[in-house]
């Protein structure tokens, strides 16, 4: 499918222009692979099912061999033209478990046996299926695991099957093996997405009793014509952060306050939504259509889709598309708001898809800025405190 000329993110950029200015291709090492285009539970705010975009109506249910085949053979030759020496596959759906474990194990076997790189493989699950034969079949072929969880059953509840009833009971019993010695090797960690009316160290609490190794906490999908749910999002954050950097010894890693510490120390950072790295994450969705970060689903139907297909197109293809060189950019395809922002550097403009406005694209700032100048601002604050105290203490030596 070609997108709309008129939906098109950046109206104005110029991909041409932006090459001859400088801004070089940078090859995807993060390849999202949507097996199964359905999910088992039916939350509230998943921008698959819930927001904007319908198209997963119109998948096949499990990505088909020849799919994967053919995606397979797409990644392996882009590994190769770059030279890369590692690259990352994520299965995602949907609910990438309902692919079977079997179909799972074959594409695997088939990254591993093609790829000429390191391939990294994690499965992106809601855990509900997360069982005991399942995990052996995943230790066998090395496939690391990412639950999504957002807090204690209470929390959790926004997660929940078609008929209403919650999920919390299913995934703890799947987390609880995952965190078991047997297992633990496998364990990637937890996504939390935020609900700004939970309370923030209840929920924080409630992930940590399942031992995960990461935590990643995901703003609800927004943008400046589909406003976030409540607001406070970034006190939620601030107030996970100091229950988190004032613990005695770290109990897990949240990968969103450890890059921005990264940031603030002047570092690069390599999450994307943080800072000014170009984004290397493609997706190829059920059917083989090779698409923009997922979440950009939420801002209009077809708003993540390139036109392209595995079946036809290489991924150095997409490397030219005005939303790839847009999210290659750094901070010329930023707003001229956010370019003037004194955080600019750390913050990068937030999350590309919370940027979106109707009428306008992409170039605004986050519908998150207020949020984010908070948080960062906090932490900033936090981390050079510490470093005066550091300081201090190092000249009475
Ligand atoms: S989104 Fe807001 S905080 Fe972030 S760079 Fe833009 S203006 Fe600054």
Redesign the pocket.
């Known amino acids: 499918m070609t997108p709309h000329p008129a939906r098109w993110p950046l109206l104005d950029l110029d991909v041409p222009r932006a090459r001859a200015a400088g801004h070089k291709p940078v090859p995807f090492q993060q390849f999202v692979l949507k097996i199964h285009s359905r999910c088992n539970l039916a939350c509230s705010y998943c921008y698959v099912y819930e927001m904007a975009d319908q198209a997963w109506r119109d998948m096949p249910m499990r990505m088909s061999r020849a799919t994967a085949d053919k995606t397979v053979e797409r990644i392996a030759e882009h590994a190769g033209r770059h030279g890369l020496p590692g690259v990352e596959v994520i299965l995602h759906g949907g609910e990438p478990l309902l692919a079977g474990t079997e179909w799972i194990s074959g594409l695997a076997g088939s990254l591993r046996d093609r790829v000429p790189a390191q391939v990294r493989i994690s499965v992106q699950t809601n855990g509900t299926l997360l069982r005991r034969p399942v995990l052996e079949a995943f230790r066998t072929l090395g496939i690391h695991v990412g639950v999504s969880l957002d807090g204690d059953a209470e929390a959790n509840g926004r997660r929940r099957y078609a008929g209403g009833r919650g999920s919390f009971e299913e995934v703890a019993e799947g987390l609880r093996l995952l965190a078991s010695a047997e297992f633990r090797d496998l364990y990637g960690g937890i996504l939390c997405t935020v609900d700004a009316r939970s309370d923030p160290v209840t929920t924080y609490e409630a992930l940590l009793k399942f031992g995960p190794p990461a935590v990643d906490l995901l703003l609800p999908h927004a943008n400046w014509d589909c406003p976030p749910p409540g607001s406070g999002h970034g006190d939620w954050l601030i107030a996970v952060f100091d229950r988190w950097y004032g613990a005695p010894a770290q109990e897990t890693r949240i990968r969103l306050f450890a890059e921005l510490i990264q940031l603030v120390l002047g570092q690069a950072a390599a999450v994307e939504g943080l800072g000014l790295l170009p984004t290397t994450l493609v997706v190829i969705d059920t059917d083989g259509s090779i698409k923009q970060l997922d979440s950009l689903s939420s801002a209009y139907p077809g708003a993540a889709g390139t036109g392209l297909h595995v079946a036809a197109d290489s991924f150095d293809a997409a490397l030219d598309h005005p939303t790839t060189v847009a999210r290659q950019m750094g901070a010329d395809a930023?707003?001229p708001?956010?370019q003037a922002?004194q955080?600019?550097r750390i913050?990068?403009?937030?999350l590309y898809p919370h940027r979106y406005r109707g009428g306008e694209g992409f170039r605004n700032?986050?519908v998150y800025?207020d949020d984010?100048?908070r948080l960062?601002t906090h932490v900033s604050d936090r981390v050079a405190a510490d470093l005066r105290r550091l300081s201090k203490a190092r000249s009475r030596r």
Do not use: F, R
Not at 347 to 350: A, K, L, S
């Open positions: 930023l707003a708001q956010c922002c955080i600019m913050c990068g403009g937030g700032p986050s800025c984010l100048i960062i």
